[in-house]
C-alpha cells in the first residue's frame, strides 16, 4: 500500500466514484466529484506560488472546503497549518510567525481575523467567492503527491492547555499508519454516514477525515455546535457515526428535543479528548441506545492511541473507567520517574510508540529530545494497566494534587461528584493551603432544578472515595466552565486566580 495522501483521494474517487461523498448544508458533491475539486484546487495552489514544503495556514470554521484543503495541500508537497479559530489574536499571529505559512485562507466567518494577520503571509485567500474563482479557474488535474510518504503533511499546534503552544509535525505517513491502525475501531465504512463535530483544525478530527475518505464514507458536515441542531443532522442524514467530547454528549442527552428525534439510524458514539464519568456514559447510553466507543489519544500521536470498544457492554465492570487497549500497532507501557517499568496497577507516566507518532515538534529540538527518547513517546499523563493491558488514565501530570504528602488525582474526585444528580458539570483543581501546601477545591455548575450544598457534595463524596482526595471547598457558579475549542474544560484558567501572587502554580 502506498503511504502518501494523494492515493487516499485517488483511490475514493475510482472505487466510489458514484456514491454521495460530502453534505454540507445544500451542497452535495459525490467521490468524483470531490476528487476533482481536490485537483483543481491543488492546481491553483501551485498556480500561487505554493511549493514544496511551505506551510498554508487555514482559519476557517467545519466545511467541505476545510476537507478539501487537507488534502490538496499536502499533496502538492506543502504542509497545512490548520488555527484554531478561538484562539485570542496573539497566539493566532504566533501561530503564523512560528510556522512561517506564506498563505492563509480564510472562510467569512473569520475574515476580520484573517485581515488582521495578513501582514504576516505573501497573500490571504478568502472563502467562498475568491476560494471558488480559483478552483473554478484551475485544471482538473491529478494529484502530484508529495516527494515521500516521510514528508510533512501538516503542523498542528497543541492546544496550550499544558504550556507554550508546539507545532506537531506529522508526516504523511503518520497519517497513513494511523488510518489503518484504527479502521476496525471507528465503523467507518463505505456508504455510512459520518457527522463531523470536532473542529477540523484538531487531531480529535482530523485523524478520522482520511480513514473515512479512504473506506468511501459520507462525511456530513454542520454549522455552530447547537445540541439540537445535531439532533436534527443525526435524524435528516441517517447518521451512522459521530464523535464528541463528553461535555456536548452531556449537553444533546439533556436537550428538549431528544424525545421527538429518530435517532435510530445512529450505531456508534465515539468520544475523547476529556474523560466521560460513569454517570454520564450511564445515561448517554440510554438516551442514545448506541454502541459507544471511548478514544484516548494525543496530537503527538496523530490522534488514538487505544480505544474502549462496546463500552455500553461494560457499565456495571471496573473495565468502564478503562481507556480501553492499544490499536493494532501501538504500544502502550507504564514507567517510573526514575525510568523503570511500573507493576501492573501501579500508577505511572504513559509512554507510547507506534508508526503514526509525530517526527517532533516544528522548530523545537530541544522539547521534542524531552518527549521522544529511544522511539517511545513520554505522553505526561498519568496511567496504569490492568492485568488484561487495559490502559486506566487517571490524569495529566499536572493536574495531581499533592495534598500533605498525599497525591490525588483530580479525575477521579470529578467522577465522585459528577454521580451527584446535582453536578451538571465540574472541575477540581488544586489551590494554595497553608496547613497542606495544597486543598483538594471544587468547581460546580449545578443541574438546572436541582440543589446541592457544599457540605452535601463533599459527604457525597466521602461515600466511594477516600476523605483526604475529597474536596475541602466547593465553588458554586452559573456560568459553564471554560472550555477549550475541542470542549476540554480549561483547568489552567480556572487554578490561576488562586494562585496569583504565590510565585508558582503547585503547593
Not at 499533496?75 to 489574536?89: D, E, F, K, Q, Y
Not at 498542528?156 to 499544558?162: H, Q
Not at 494511523?178 to 463535530?197: C, E, I, Q
Not at 444528580?421 to 497542606?436: H, R
Amino acid at each position: 500500500m502506498q503511504h502518501t495522501l494523494d492515493w487516499v483521494i485517488r483511490h475514493a474517487g475510482k472505487i466510489y466514484r458514484n456514491d454521495e461523498a460530502i453534505v454540507d448544508g445544500d451542497i452535495r458533491y459525490t467521490f468524483g466529484q470531490f476528487e476533482e475539486r481536490v485537483n483543481r484546487l491543488a492546481q491553483a495552489l501551485l498556480t500561487a506560488g505554493v511549493g514544496y514544503r511551505d506551510r498554508v495556514a487555514v482559519l476557517m470554521n467545519n466545511s467541505h472546503r476545510y476537507l478539501e484543503l487537507h488534502f490538496a495541500v499536502p499533496c502538492v508537497g506543502a504542509i497545512i497549518v490548520p488555527v484554531n479559530t478561538r484562539l485570542a489574536p496573539a497566539e493566532m499571529q504566533y501561530i503564523i510567525e512560528d510556522s512561517g505559512a506564506k498563505l492563509l485562507i480564510v472562510d467569512e466567518i473569520n475574515s476580520r481575523a484573517g485581515t488582521a494577520l495578513g501582514s504576516l503571509v505573501t497573500r490571504v485567500i478568502k472563502a467562498p467567492e475568491e476560494y471558488e474563482s480559483l478552483v473554478g479557474a484551475a485544471a482538473n488535474i491529478a494529484l502530484p503527491g508529495p516527494r515521500s510518504e516521510n514528508d510533512a503533511a501538516g503542523l498542528y499546534y497543541t492546544g496550550g492547555t499544558t504550556g507554550p503552544s508546539k507545532g506537531v509535525v506529522i508526516t504523511h505517513r503518520n497519517h497513513m499508519a494511523h488510518a489503518d491502525m484504527v479502521a476496525s475501531g471507528m465503523a467507518y465504512a463505505a456508504g455510512k454516514p459520518t457527522l463531523y463535530v470536532f473542529p477540523l483544525f484538531h487531531l480529535g478530527a482530523i485523524c478520522g477525515i482520511y480513514d473515512a475518505t479512504w473506506r468511501g464514507c459520507k462525511q456530513v458536515f454542520v454549522g455552530p455546535m447547537d445540541p439540537g441542531l445535531l439532533l436534527e443532522t443525526i435524524e435528516k442524514e441517517r447518521i451512522h457515526h459521530t464523535a464528541m467530547v463528553p461535555t456536548l454528549i452531556n449537553f444533546m442527552i439533556n436537550h428538549p428535543d431528544l424525545a421527538r428525534r429518530d435517532l435510530s439510524s445512529l450505531k456508534y458514539m465515539a468520544h475523547g479528548a476529556a474523560p466521560i464519568a460513569p454517570d454520564l456514559c450511564r445515561r448517554a447510553v440510554a438516551a442514545l441506545k448506541c454502541k459507544f466507543v471511548q478514544a484516548y489519544g494525543m496530537s503527538e500521536a496523530c490522534g488514538i492511541v487505544t480505544l474502549l470498544h462496546d463500552e455500553q457492554d461494560l457499565l456495571d465492570t471496573e473495565k468502564v473507567r478503562s481507556a480501553g487497549r492499544a490499536t493494532a500497532g501501538a504500544e502502550v507501557k507504564i514507567c517510573r520517574t526514575d525510568g523503570s517499568l511500573a507493576d501492573t496497577r501501579e500508577i505511572g507516566e504513559i509512554l507510547l510508540r507506534s508508526p503514526a507518532v509525530m517526527v517532533g515538534y516544528w522548530n523545537k529540538p530541544k522539547e521534542t529530545a524531552e518527549v521522544l527518547q529511544d522511539d517511545w513517546y513520554r505522553s505526561g499523563d498519568m496511567g496504569y494497566l490492568d492485568e488484561e493491558q487495559y490502559l486506566y488514565v487517571v490524569d495529566r501530570n499536572k493536574d495531581m494534587i499533592i495534598s500533605g504528602g498525599e497525591n490525588v488525582y483530580s479525575v477521579e474526585v470529578e467522577a465522585a461528584l459528577a454521580t451527584h444528580p446535582a453536578v451538571f458539570e465540574c472541575a477540581v483543581v488544586g489551590i494554595p493551603d497553608a496547613k497542606w501546601g495544597e486543598a483538594v477545591h471544587a468547581v460546580v455548575v449545578k443541574t438546572p432544578g436541582q440543589e446541592a450544598s457544599e457540605a452535601e457534595l463533599i459527604a457525597h463524596c466521602r461515600r466511594s472515595i477516600a476523605g483526604y482526595k475529597c474536596p475541602k471547598s466547593v465553588h458554586f457558579q452559573v456560568e459553564a466552565l471554560p472550555k477549550s475549542a475541542l470542549g476540554k474544560i480549561l483547568k489552567r484558567d480556572i487554578r490561576a486566580p488562586y494562585w496569583v501572587g504565590q510565585g508558582r502554580n503547585v503547593g
